[in-house]
C-alpha cells in the first residue's frame, strides 16, 4: 500500500540504550522529517531531509542522529536515550508544489 | 520569525454546535496556512490549507477557515458539530518556501457532547 509507514508502534527502552525508529514511504517524495510530540507543544522538528544524503537540524536534534541513504527511508536514532526523550515521535513526508506534508501514525517511545 | 498561537488547549460544544477554532499567527512575510487533524493513535492529516488564493478556504468534512490579515487570524469553524470531529486539530504556519519552516501550534482538543 502506498503511504508512509513507522516501526515500531511502540517502544520501551532504558536509559542510556541505543534505539532506532524506522520510517519507509513510497511516493518518493524528496522531503522527510521526523517531529516530536509532546503534551502542551504540539509538534517540533527535530530533523529534515530534502533529498538521499541531505539531512539538516530542525528545532531539537540534540540527543539524535538522522541518515537517509535511500530516498524512501529516513531512520532516526536515538544513541544514548534519555527519560526526557519520552514522546511521540511522527515522521512526515511531502513533495514541494506537489503534495501537503503526510505522517506517520507514529512511534509512541517511553524510556524507563 | 514565525509563530503560531492556539487559544484554547481543550474545546468542548454539543453535537449540531457551531465549532470554533481559533489560531493567530505571526509571520514577517505573507504566510501559508493549514489546519491539521489528528485522530486517536494517527498521525495528522490536512483539513485545509490557505496560500494566498482566496481569503475563505473551505477544507474535508465540512470545515472552513477564513484568513484575516488585519487581525492576524485563521480560525477554524464547522457549522454543525458532528461525534467524529472529536480529535486533536492543529494550526500551522509556514512562510511558502519550504516545509523545513512550517511552525506548528500546540493544538486543541475538540470534545463533542452528545
Known amino acids: 500500500d502506498a503511504g508512509i509507514t513507522q516501526s515500531p508502534r511502540y517502544k520501551i527502552t532504558e536509559t542510556g540504550r541505543q534505539v532506532t525508529l524506522m520510517c519507509h514511504q513510497t511516493?518518493?517524495?524528496?522531503?522527510m522529517f521526523w517531529y516530536r510530540q509532546d503534551l502542551g507543544h504540539g509538534l517540533r522538528l527535530i530533523y529534515y531531509s530534502a533529498a538521499a544524503d541531505i539531512t539538516d537540524k530542525g528545532e531539537v536534534p540534540d540527543g539524535y542522529v538522522v541518515s537517509r541513504s535511500k530516498t524512501e527511508n529516513f531512520p532516526l536514532t536515538l544513541e544514548s536515550a534519555t527519560r526526557s526523550q519520552t514522546s511521540v515521535y511522527f515522521c512526515a513526508s511531502f513533495e514541494p508544489g506537489y503534495s501537503p506534508l503526510h505522517f506517520g501514525n507514529g512511534t509512541r517511545l517511553t524510556v524507563t | 520569525a514565525q509563530s503560531v498561537t492556539q487559544l484554547g488547549s481543550h474545546v468542548s460544544v454539543s453535537e449540531g454546535a457551531l465549532v470554533l477554532l481559533r489560531c493567530n499567527y505571526s509571520?514577517?512575510?505573507?504566510?501559508?496556512l493549514f489546519w491539521y487533524v489528528q485522530y486517536p493513535n494517527q498521525g495528522l492529516q490536512l483539513l485545509l490549507k490557505?496560500?494566498?488564493?482566496?481569503?475563505l478556504v473551505k477544507g474535508i468534512n465540512g470545515f472552513e477557515a477564513e484568513f484575516k490579515k488585519s487581525e492576524t487570524s485563521f480560525h477554524l469553524t464547522k457549522p454543525s458539530a458532528h461525534m467524529s470531529d472529536a480529535a486533536e486539530y492543529f494550526c500551522a504556519v509556514s512562510d511558502g518556501s519550504s516545509a523545513s519552516k512550517i511552525i506548528f501550534g500546540s493544538g486543541t482538543r475538540l470534545s463533542i457532547r452528545p
Open positions: 490557505y496560500t494566498s488564493a482566496a481569503t
Open positions: 511516493w518518493s517524495h524528496s522531503y
Open positions: 509571520s514577517s512575510v505573507p504566510p501559508y
